[in-house]
């Protein structure tokens, strides 16, 4: 399988006045998870939307391969990504959106069996959980290069994260898969190279020492 590299730097941007990335360097490659932790308005939901492209810096570089890319989601099967909030209209039926997407019906639904009962009906039949896991384990099994998730661990059953870690795991084999959640424990769990955002800036992180001496965490 080809491996393919998604590279950001050279990002400054600000709201009023207010810088919120100014030195930034982030490498996220298919066959790895690559993991941003963080306090709460440090950044990383910004970031996340830079790469993607949905969002643009004052300045910034984003690269798939080493060639600059202006908008990652606008490149046929580069990258999906899963926003913090329900993104996918509920009135749509639930077998209409696996064909949208290309993930197969069946085989979520053997991973998720809440899903069965639904094949028919539209999104909005499920509960609030439901449709984040729905939505959550969608992007993960998508057919591209890269994934953006973006708290995928919130408002779900400690049950259902751990089979969302799984997949986690078995998809990365297939893709680059960037991710954050203020579960800081399970992005550790499935992170092969993980990043901490703190004042604008990106640190690499080794362990959870690093975290304790950034003072993400407390000793």
Do not use: W
Not at 128 to 136: H, K, N, P, V, Y
Not at 198 to 213: A, I, P, Q, S, Y
Request: hydrophobic share 35%.
């Amino acid at each position: 399988m080809s491996k393919y590299i998604v590279e950001a730097d050279s990002i400054y941007l600000e709201f009023n006045n207010r810088s919120i990335l100014s030195d930034v360097y982030v490498k996220s490659e298919t066959g790895r998870v690559t993991g941003f932790l963080g306090r709460n308005g440090c950044g990383k939901s910004t970031l996340m939307k830079v790469i993607f492209g949905s969002l643009k810096g004052n300045f910034q570089s984003v690269r798939l391969d080493g060639q600059y890319q202006k908008n990652l989601y606008q490149l046929s099967g580069c990258i999906r990504y899963l926003p913090q909030k329900t993104f996918i209209p509920k009135h749509l039926l639930i077998n209409h959106i696996c064909n949208l997407y290309e993930v197969n019906l069946i085989a979520l639904t053997h991973d998720f069996p809440f899903i069965e009962k639904y094949h028919t009906k539209n999104l909005g039949s499920l509960s609030g959980g439901e449709i984040r896991l729905f939505e959550a384990a969608l992007i993960i099994k998508s057919p591209v290069k890269f994934i953006i998730l973006d708290e995928p661990f919130s408002h779900i059953m400690p049950l259902y994260i751990e089979k969302l870690k799984e997949l986690i795991a078995i998809e990365k084999h297939n893709k680059g898969i960037i991710i954050t959640d203020h579960m800081y424990k399970h992005i550790m769990d499935v992170s092969d190279d993980l990043y901490l955002i703190r004042e604008g800036k990106t640190f690499r992180v080794n362990d959870k020492d690093d975290l304790e001496r950034h003072g993400y965490i407390l000793q």
